[in-house]
């Protein structure tokens, strides 16, 4: 079985995340960078990462990295790939590419160059100078930093933020891989009461009680790489076979609620997708509604920015009643998401520490407010 060299890609801010997430799953020699954390691997890793990575957006093979300042260094550089060796005859070869303060700074000239050299290595197996590419896709990526030429093939197919579940969306959605680090950067385990009381479409309550469950966030989705034929299908199916098994059914709270009723359809809608509906408690209800008389309790959210005209006022009122609501909660602990520079201010409360994330494009903070817990945690990642 073939080993490569895989590079799992991420968000700004959530490499350790990742990379926390590999070392579980029992990988080790990492080699993290920005927004990418490297690890090594075979065909059934290649399975596992995908059914498995909750944060990671995708999963690269390396293919070859080498200095490239002229279009001759990069032919010849994707030329030395063994691309027979993994393309079939039959193979789409879908090439995208980027360049960043490069000599080569024309993408799609770039792009046709690497095309060129990979049907130049098909012709080496299969002597012949037509292809039909009308079988399994690879995705193909030039990436050029600083002169240094990255060629990776994606093995995901869709964002691993596809999960199969979240069909009905609200206008602003959350990616699923973000809610799942938000709810690992949070310490919340199954046995403590977790809510998101501002739960819009839902993800955040369902990416735990995913998480809770120790259901693969990738087991109702399929991936490009299980069409190429180079990858047994019995792999997949033993790894998924794996994943069902590690299902857990434990007795967990998990709440969700939200004012707005149309999203507030569209949670339950989600979660019924997930199969996850009966570990989570949909309320709908404002803000100035949620209380508890539970201790040792998490809020994990991700409330309205008010970066849309005419809303920052609704925003602030809402982050002032978060602030006020919150405070009679004396051991909960507390994880918002908000691009909003004065949210603090807003709220009345310092936090504990805080964290520079990215919503998409958007830069966000991730306050944390650290109440008491009712055991021992890990520390935070």
Not at 231 to 246: L, N, S, T
Not at 253 to 280: G, K, L, P, T, W
Not at 317 to 323: E, V
Request: charged share 30%; aromatic share 10%.
């Amino acid at each position: 079985m073939p080993r490569y060299n895989l590079i799992a890609t991420c968000a700004f801010g959530l490499e350790s995340v990742v990379a926390s997430e590999l070392r579980e799953l029992g990988y080790r020699d990492l080699k993290t960078e920005d927004g990418k954390v490297m690890f090594t691997g075979d065909d059934l890793d290649i399975a596992r990462c995908n059914l498995w990575l909750r944060c990671a957006d995708r999963l690269l093979i390396k293919m070859a990295e080498f200095k490239a300042t002229d279009f001759e260094e990069l032919f010849q550089g994707a030329l030395a790939v063994k691309w027979e060796k993994l393309i079939p005859e039959n193979g789409v070869m879908h090439v995208t590419g980027k360049s960043i303060r490069s000599k080569l700074y024309s993408v799609p000239d770039c792009q046709s160059i690497v095309k060129k050299a990979v049907v130049e290595a098909m012709k080496r197996k299969y002597n012949r100078t037509m292809f039909s590419e009308t079988g399994p896709v690879y995705k193909i990526e030039i990436a050029l930093l600083k002169d240094v030429a990255t060629i990776t093939v994606d093995t995901s197919g869709d964002g691993l933020h596809k999960r199969g579940y979240g069909e009905t969306r609200g206008e602003a959605p959350l990616r699923e891989t973000l809610a799942a680090a938000l709810v690992r950067l949070s310490r919340w385990d199954p046995s403590r009461i977790l809510a998101d009381p501002l739960c819009g479409s839902g993800t955040i309550a369902i990416e735990a009680a995913l998480i809770g469950s120790n259901t693969a966030p990738g087991l109702k989705r399929t991936f490009v790489a299980e069409t190429w034929p180079t990858m047994p299908k019995k792999i997949w199916e033993a790894m998924r076979d794996e994943a069902a098994g590690k299902i857990v059914s434990r007795p967990m709270e998990i709440y969700a609620s939200d004012m707005d009723i149309a999203v507030f359809r569209q949670a339950v809608e989600n979660a019924e997708r997930a199969d996850v509906s009966e570990m989570i408690v949909f309320q709908k209800k404002p803000i100035i509604e949620f209380s508890s008389k539970k201790k040792y309790g998490c809020v994990i959210t991700n409330p309205p920015y008010g970066e849309r005209l005419g809303t920052k006022e609704s925003t602030e009122k809402l982050y002032r009643a978060m602030g006020e609501v919150f405070s009679k909660l004396d051991t909960w602990s507390f994880f918002i998401l908000t691009s909003h520079p004065e949210f603090q201010k807003y709220f009345g409360t310092k936090a504990t520490k805080n964290r520079k994330l990215y919503n998409g494009k958007i830069k966000c903070y991730f306050y944390q407010y650290f109440g008491s817990l009712p055991k021992k945690q890990n520390k935070d990642i």
